[in-house]
C-alpha cells in the first residue's frame, strides 16, 4: 500500500486524539477535531466500546500517523527497539523521535513532520555538514543540523529566520537561532518526549 493522501483530518478524527499532522493549523479554530471531532465515515448512535486488542491497534496507528510511517516501515523500527537494551516500548518512541525529519520538526524548521521529510528529501538539510536527503537516518548525540548554503537564500528559510525567534525546543536539543543550526545534546528519554502515545500498548500489540 502507498502513502496516505486523502485528508489527514480524518486520521486525527479516526484515532480520537489531536495528532498535530498539519502543524499551526491545528491550533486554531480551523481545526477538525475542534469542529468535528467523531470519526469519519457513517454513524450510528451508539458506539461498541473497543476491546483491548482494539486500543493497542489504535496506538499503534496513532503512532504510525504520528511519525508519517507505513506499516513495514513502523515494524522495522519496532523489531531494531526490540533488539535494543531497556524497555522496548521506551526504544522505540526514541528511535522514532531521533529520525532527522523529526528532528527538524522538532528544531521548528517546519510546521509539521511531513513538511520535515519534504525539506529533508529536497536536499536542504546538512547533518555534520554532509548533505542527507534520507528522512528515516537516526542522529547520534553529538550530530549537528544545519542548513545548505544555498537554501539560505530562500524565501522560506528567511520565514523559518522570523517566525524561529518566538519557538522554545525540547530540552534534548541546542537550537542557535541567529545561524539556525541545532545539535543533539543527548538522546530523548521517555521523560522527554512530547508525544501522547502509548508505547507499552503498541508492544502488547506486537506481541499477540
Given amino acids: 500500500m502507498g502513502r496516505y493522501t486523502e485528508a489527514v483530518c480524518r486520521l486525527c478524527r479516526r484515532s480520537g486524539d ?6 499551526s493549523r491545528c491550533l486554531t479554530a480551523k481545526c477538525a477535531m475542534d469542529r468535528r471531532s467523531r470519526p469519519p465515515g457513517e454513524h450510528i448512535r451508539q458506539r ?12 499503534k496507528q496513532k503512532a504510525r500517523y504520528v ?25 522505540l518512541l526514541s528511535l522514532l523521535e531521533r529520525r532527522l525529519d523529526n528532528i527538524v520538526y522538532r528544531l521548528g524548521f517546519a510546521d509539521s513532520r511531513a513538511q520535515a521529510r519534504q525539506i529533508v528529501q529536497h536536499g536542504h538539510i546538512l547533518l555534520n555538514g554532509k548533505k542527507t536527503d534520507i528522512p528515516s537516518f537516526l542522529v547520534k548525540e553529538g550530530d549537528t543540523i544545519s542548513w545548505q548554503e544555498k537554501s539560505a537564500g530562500t524565501e522560506y528559510y528567511k520565514q523559518i529566520a522570523e517566525e524561529i ?27 522527554e518526549i512530547e508525544a ?3 508505547g507499552k500498548a503498541v508492544v502488547e500489540y506486537y506481541s499477540r
Avoid: C
Avoid at 48 to 59: C, V
Avoid at 68 to 77: I, Y
Avoid at 172 to 189: A, C, E, M, N, Y
Fill in 18 to 23: 489531536k495528532l498535530m499532522l498539519k502543524g
Fill in 48 to 59: 461498541r466500546k473497543l476491546s483491548d486488542r482494539g486500543l493497542q491497534l489504535r496506538e
Fill in 67 to 91: 511519525y508519517g510511517l507505513q506499516e513495514k516501515q513502523f515494524h522495522r523500527f519496532f523489531s531494531e527497539a526490540e533488539r535494543l537494551p531497556g524497555v522496548t516500548g521506551d526504544n
Fill in 165 to 191: 525567534k518566538s519557538k522554545t525546543t525540547v530540552s534534548w536539543l541546542r537550537l542557535d537561532k541567529q545561524k539556525l543550526t541545532g545539535q543533539v545534546i543527548s538522546l530523548p528519554t521517555p521523560e
Fill in 196 to 198: 501522547t502515545l502509548d
